[in-house]
């Protein structure tokens, strides 16, 4: 077991190795067609994602694996998912497992078995808080027992956040207002080693219109406390000055993800029919250095 | 493939054979010692599952099995899982995915095939909308194609649910209201064989307080053209007659599902400690029946 919790060891990932999370939402179609021939299907994309772990190690901070994709291929897909997983453990990274699951009591309990031991370890996960704060504290506990870590969704990064997250409710605070705040409730007591508490928010880095960068600046001052994931990046829309807004000053206090834009990066290549695994992983190497520079490029704001 | 969508296919099964639903949220230590023993772990989980669905499927109207307790125990648990699922499809059965997944888009889609098609195929899933309709409508789309369905999380049996579900909108409406609208709006082109749209909705039958009570009133009477899964019945607190508010006056419109209180029935038996899996399916097809029963003589509420 690891001697501290998980957004401690992110934090000093960080400091070390810059803000980018490489997002393993690997799908068949991703690999190089000549290497996804020759090798065939979930094989190909276990083979991938060992190779851009071995390609990224020292420029990124983590690794975001999106269950949904593994999921898709059935018992197949999620041994790769299980595999992924425990060559990121081998390696001494942090895995972020990108569940967003939901469900109380007993059941939360299941999950948060499944996935902070077993086949489906991992470092951290993502959670939907919906159904209320008696969702998220199974997995507080367990976290505390096993030095593990969650980001709770807070605001996300799709147009459909204003459907709901984005509304205004009776207290004049946004819903996500009342995820965090209950969340700094409830981790408010633990100690730890970083600034941060051992849960974190994800908020979503695609803020296009003033009103959204505004809401950026809002929420990175009233949470200042807590770690975010921020997806959004890259294909999704969101740039680098997008991504640093919800950063602190001293460019930690975050981690931004991007997936396709790292993971399809060799199609962007010169000779993208004769990309095989290797040179792939070489493109998404450069990809999170420029990824990395970009983010510690922009201005994070000041309050 | 099914003629008729998922919805359409419950609507008729709880016309014929009654309201419940059983949940097969089956962890080891539900089956009998004895068997137990005798098979070992997930083997016995799998045979106890298939004799609850032999010994009650002329009595309920469909199975709901929750997946966090097989993913709690990694690929062989979901092995189980998958072939569980098999198992009611070839008996004809309607099956529901208690998988409460949230995501967006192109991830959604991944979810989708993962839950109406191949290893993990069901007819269909329960979604958690906090990231907004575009997390459900991918769900949508497949659902039209493959004649499939879900139930949107709107109010549930949880006493967390006033954190957030429960939290009034400056709208006026309770946020689950604004979950409930906009599921309306989008479905309400959809032309079905039965009175009910091909989406539904999660309502929990825990309504203690005469002001929760009156809320069950209200969602029903709001609602009443969509389809409800109503857990929180037996172990969770419901009983039947909190349950039955939440069906329309024909007594159709939902399935109350109970998991723990059919599957660990055979506890209550005189001799427990000589329990197989035969007579603990018994015992699981009486517990059906008194609940059918019970829930069949219960008031409905009066518009």
Redesign the interface.
């Given at each position: 077991m690891n001697a501290e919790f998980s957004i401690d060891r992110l934090y000093r990932a960080v400091a070390e190795k810059g803000n980018v999370c490489v997002g393993l939402?690997t799908?068949p179609e991703y690999v190089p067609e000549q290497s996804l021939r020759r090798i065939g299907g979930t094989g190909a994309v276990l083979q991938y994602n060992e190779a851009v772990v071995d390609a990224t190690f020292d420029v990124c901070a983590c690794y975001k694996i999106?269950i949904?994709?593994y999921?898709?291929?059935?018992?197949a897909g999620?041994?790769v998912y299980?595999k992924t997983l425990g060559y990121i453990k081998k390696r001494g990274g942090i895995s972020i497992a990108d569940i967003?699951?939901?469900?109380?009591?007993d059941?939360?309990a299941?999950?948060a078995?499944?996935?902070f031991s077993?086949?489906?370890e991992a470092d951290i996960v993502t959670l939907?808080?919906?159904?209320?704060?008696?969702?998220i504290e199974p997995w507080l506990c367990e976290s505390r027992k096993k030095k593990k870590g969650a980001f709770v969704?807070l605001r996300?990064s799709?147009?459909?956040?204003?459907?709901?997250?984005g509304?205004?409710?009776?207290?004049?605070r946004y819903?996500y207002e009342?995820?965090g705040d209950?969340l700094l409730e409830v981790i408010s007591n633990e100690t730890t080693n970083s600034p941060y508490g051992i849960f974190g928010l994800v908020v979503g880095a695609e803020s296009k219109t003033g009103y959204e960068r505004e809401q950026a600046r809002v929420i990175r001052k009233k949470y200042g406390s807590l770690f975010f994931l921020i997806p959004g990046y890259g294909t999704q829309g969101g740039g680098a000055e997008e991504a640093a807004l919800l950063l602190n000053s001293d460019k930690n206090g975050g981690v931004v993800n991007a997936s396709r834009s790292i993971l399809k990066s060799w199609c962007l290549s010169d000779d993208p029919k004769n990309a095989v695994i290797e040179t792939a992983a070489e493109s998404a190497r450069n990809a999170v250095i420029a990824m990395r520079d970009a983010i510690f490029s922009a201005p994070t704001p000041v309050f």
């Open positions: 939402d799908l999106q949904a994709c999921e898709a291929q059935g018992l999620l041994d299980s967003k699951r939901s469900d109380i009591a059941t939360a299941q999950y078995k499944a996935h077993g086949d489906f939907n808080p919906y159904m209320g704060m008696d969702s969704l996300t799709n147009k459909g956040y204003r459907d709901f997250e509304q205004r409710t009776e207290t004049g819903l009342l995820v209950r």
